[in-house]
């Protein structure tokens, strides 16, 4: 058993005082502590970034989509999830078009964030693969004098 999973018994608290005793007695042994508690995922900090905040935004995506559904089958408004309609029919039309309109828009602009990110990741590897090559294409130059 090594001592990271001696620590690990004790949790997170156990960490967080190992890093402030580290930073009392070294601070560049208190920041290492740090760096590795977050870099390792035992502050569960970084462990799940972006897919968590993926997940946050599909369930906000759901919820939405379940408000609007409830939203068209209130017929005339006044009930719970469904807004009161206005009394002006060509405003309550332009509302929902408006609504529509904002949510297509939302759903190419993440459409477009998804192939700029595939874009990105594309120049990125070719721009590696270009390097690579370049690399191994180079040939040391000849020891030999040139024949006059």
């Known amino acids: 058993m090594t001592l990271t999973d001696k620590i690990d018994d004790y949790g997170r608290p156990a960490w967080i005082l190992l890093t ?8 560049p042994l208190g920041l290492a502590l740090l760096a590795f508690s977050v870099w390792s995922g035992r502050m569960a900090c970084s462990r799940y970034g972006m897919e968590r905040w993926q997940g946050k935004m599909a369930r906000m995506q759901e919820k939405m989509d379940r408000m609007r559904a409830q939203m068209q089958g209130g017929g005339n408004g006044g009930g719970f999830w469904s807004p009161p309609s206005s009394g002006n029919r060509a405003f309550d039309e ?5 609504l529509r309109r904002l949510e297509e828009e939302q759903r190419e602009f993440q459409e477009f964030l998804v192939r700029l990110r595939e ?3 594309k120049a990125e590897f070719d721009q590696f693969m270009a390097d690579r090559r370049g690399r191994h294409d180079v040939t040391p130059p000849s020891s ?4 006059t």
């Open 20 to 27: 402030v005793l580290g930073f009392i007695v070294w601070w």
């Open 94 to 98: 332009y509302r929902a078009e408006t």
């Open 119 to 121: 874009a990105k990741d």
């Open 144 to 147: 030999q004098s040139p024949q």
